[in-house]
């Protein structure tokens, strides 16, 4: 149990064509609850594929291209997100048609949206709506919808979108990362100290928690 009366602060680095971000948060979320642990978590931006086209690119392609796996391995991979997504309530729907998108103005809206204390929840449905539902998250009218979804104004939504007013803050704050050594997503850090990298499941995560709560502050 995290007994310090000061809220534990998580900050994310990650990126939304991660699937490996979705899993790792969903593990965490689930510790979190677990051990009862008063936290507060800030999501960072990270650009997994800058060099996607605006179309996108068909996903087993990309992964062929990038790490080299076959048809095979690619599979396997699938299967295994897929298996570990469900064991923490996300729902993965892998097709052959699955593509994977440039996310740099995907992260000026969650930029704009975390002015309005949404980020976390723009995120999540921004997760849902690339991996189980298939939606194109690098189309300006998409991202506007999703917006507009959970609560957020679409014009304006759009609005910044168009005039990537963010931009600039997102290629800072992507830089930043970078120069503390973040390569890889999802990286979570706990009290802006500890680093802990990857999906590290839920066991590994209350045990994280609970090795936390027990240093002094």
């Given at each position: ?8 602060r998580?900050?994310?680095?990650s ?12 593990q965490?979320a ?9 936290h507060?978590?800030?999501w960072?931006?990270f650009?997994?594929n ?8 068909n996903l087993?392609e ?12 690619s599979?396997?991979?699938?299967a295994?997100m897929t298996?570990?997504g469900a ?9 052959e048609e699955?593509?994977?998108y440039n996310?740099?103005?995907?992260h000026?809206?969650?930029?704009w949206?975390?002015?309005q ?13 690339h ?16 917006a ?9 939504a759009?609005?910044?979108l168009?005039d990537?007013r963010f ?6 704050s ?7 050594g973040?390569?890889?997503?999802p ?8 680093l ?10 209350k045990?994280i ?8 502050d």
């Amino acid at each position: 149990m995290n007994n310090s009366e000061r809220p534990l602060r998580i900050d994310i680095v990650s990126d939304v064509v991660c699937p490996w971000c979705v899993i790792g948060y969903r593990q965490l979320a689930e510790a979190l609850k677990q051990t009862n642990t008063a936290h507060e978590i800030h999501w960072h931006p990270f650009d997994l594929n800058p060099d996607t086209p605006p179309e996108g690119q068909n996903l087993r392609e990309h992964i062929a291209k990038k790490y080299g796996s076959s048809k095979e391995e690619s599979d396997a991979s699938r299967a295994m997100m897929t298996k570990a997504g469900a064991e923490v309530g996300f729902e993965f729907n892998f097709t052959e048609e699955t593509r994977t998108y440039n996310t740099f103005d995907l992260h000026q809206l969650l930029h704009w949206a975390n002015q309005q204390g949404r980020m976390h929840d723009l995120k999540q449905a921004l997760f849902a709506a690339h991996f189980t539902n298939a939606r194109n998250i690098a189309d300006t009218e998409v991202l506007a919808d999703i917006a507009a979804e959970i609560g957020l104004d679409r014009s304006e939504a759009l609005a910044v979108l168009t005039d990537q007013r963010f931009a600039e803050d997102i290629r800072q704050s992507q830089q930043q990362w970078r120069q503390q050594g973040i390569q890889s997503v999802p990286s979570v850090i706990f009290n802006q100290k500890h680093l802990v990298s990857g999906a590290q499941g839920v066991e590994n995560f209350k045990n994280i928690l609970q090795q936390l709560a027990e240093l002094p502050d």
